[in-house]
């Protein structure tokens, strides 16, 4: 019972810590394009992949508005607009054609590259986690609802620290579920995990010789991915070691896509990366992008008292993240420029 309790209020503690929700939003906006990619190549190749005979004998259900739907939810999510109503419906239609209509049709056998495993949890997570904090239409239809001529609503932005976690746990868990093949492989053992793939003209599409033919540099990369997949789970959350996998894991899913005819199943990766990355990062670089000009290049004399001009306001506020704007009551700050 005491076991229990220790671990409750680990939990509780991790859950009560806030940090910014500037690296959630990003992996909303970035992994939400690469969903968006993926669905798209569904929708484009729809009758090669659901027709029995395709362009002549067309799918017996509504394979075309269901697809529609899908990708105008994704869009959704990636703008942040109706967040968790979108991520309901794209999780709906993940489990349904990534789950039951690509098994139907023998695509989940037939050219499984794992985009599923990360699809399909990801996409029940996203429909608890607060995606929209950050960068999202809904906070700034949020902001406008609540504000008036005499007081801003400002809505929360910062997150509990646990959505971070649980980024790091999928990422894991994509991991460990291919350390038991790699393990029991001749070929990952020898270091020939690498090489082997790149090496089919079939199974690559750059002509990666000049690499492949470095016996040790092609050995050294085959074990340092062996290596890291094996502990990443492990000591991914230790900061002296985190730099290290973050930097490790973005490079091996960007080699992936360079190398392998799989580009949306690395890039999501790299989004996961993206949400991962502490958000300090993000916002120190913020910092030095947005907010280094000391002066407006503009300035704007609006009715306080109207909440027309006010919401106007609190729009162009909103996308103006390099301050360029200075707004200034009529009723307070004209009479000082005369």
Known sequence: ????????????????????????????????????????????FRHLIFDPIPYVQTASFMIHPMLIIWIISIVFISVGLFT?????????????????TFQFTGLGN????????????????LMFMPISRRLSFDRLIE???????????????????????????????????????????????????????????????LDLSFILNQEHLIKFLGYLTLFFQITYIFFVWFKKFKVFYLLVGIGLHIGIALAFPIPWFALAMVALYIG????SFYSNLYEKIFKSKKKPTLKFYFDENCPLC???????????????????????????SE
């Open 84 to 100: 968790r109503k979108a991520t309901i419906v794209n999780y709906l239609f993940t489990v349904l054609f990534m789950g039951f």
């Open 110 to 125: 037939e050219f499984d590259y794992h985009i599923d495993k990360e699809f399909i949890p990801v996409a029940f997570l």
């Open 276 to 279: 991962i990355i502490p958000s």
């Open 1 to 44: 019972m005491k076991i229990m309790t220790s671990y409750y209020n680990f939990i509780k503690k991790l859950y009560e810590k806030e940090e910014s929700g500037l690296a959630l939003a990003l992996f909303r906006i970035v992994y939400g394009l690469v969903v968006l990619a993926e669905v798209w190549q569904i929708f484009y």
């Open 310 to 336: 006010n919401r106007l306001r609190i729009i162009v506020q909103y996308f103006d993240n390099g301050r360029n704007i200075e707004f200034l009551s009529a009723q307070q700050e004209a009479h000082k």
């Open 143 to 205: 902001k406008i609802k609540y504000s008036n001529t005499k007081q801003e609503y400002n809505p929360k932005t910062t997150v509990s620290s646990l959505n971070y976690i649980i980024l790091i746990i999928a990422a894991g868990l994509i991991y460990f579920d291919s350390i038991f093949y790699k393990l029991y492989s001749p070929m990952w053992l020898g270091g020939l995990g690498v090489w082997l793939p790149a090496s089919l003209p079939w199974a690559t599409w």
